[in-house]
């Protein structure tokens, strides 16, 4: 019963925003570190940000930093991506994942003990 679930995406033109969604289900975000991955066609898959919600720890790639904002709702066990000032560059399948670490964002892709199926963001020049 351990999930994670994406929603958010969408089309969106250059400079608008999007806010993705992250709800897990099975276990407390309050206990893990939840992190969001992207991969746009041909790329690995990287970090993009992280929130440690037990310590308010919270990490930005710097091609996102200044834009981008994280959050997490633990009455709703749900963790928020805000992404603003999109650019094309941005275009990319979107994922949460956890990993069961306190105090800490490792934002390391075989860390993760959990993923979810991502969600299409897709940003229009």
């Known amino acids: 019963q351990v999930q994670l679930v994406e929603s958010g995406g969408g089309l969106v033109p250059s400079g608008g925003s999007l806010r993705l969604s992250c709800e897990a289900s099975?276990?407390?975000?309050?206990?893990?570190?939840i992190a969001w991955f992207r991969q746009a066609p041909g790329k690995e898959r990287e970090g993009v940000s992280c929130i440690s919600s037990s310590s308010g720890i919270t990490w930005f790639a710097d091609s996102v930093k200044g834009r981008f904002t994280i959050a997490s709702d633990s009455a709703k066990n749900t963790v928020y991506l805000q992404m603003n000032s999109l650019k094309p560059e941005d275009t990319a399948v979107y994922y949460c994942?956890?990993?069961?670490?306190?105090?800490?964002?490792?934002?390391?892709?075989?860390?993760?003990?959990?993923w979810g199926t991502g969600t299409l963001v897709t940003v229009s020049s």
């Open positions: 994942a956890a990993e069961y670490v306190n105090y800490e964002c490792h934002v390391n892709y075989y860390g993760m003990d959990y």
């Open positions: 099975g276990f407390s975000v309050n206990n893990y570190a």
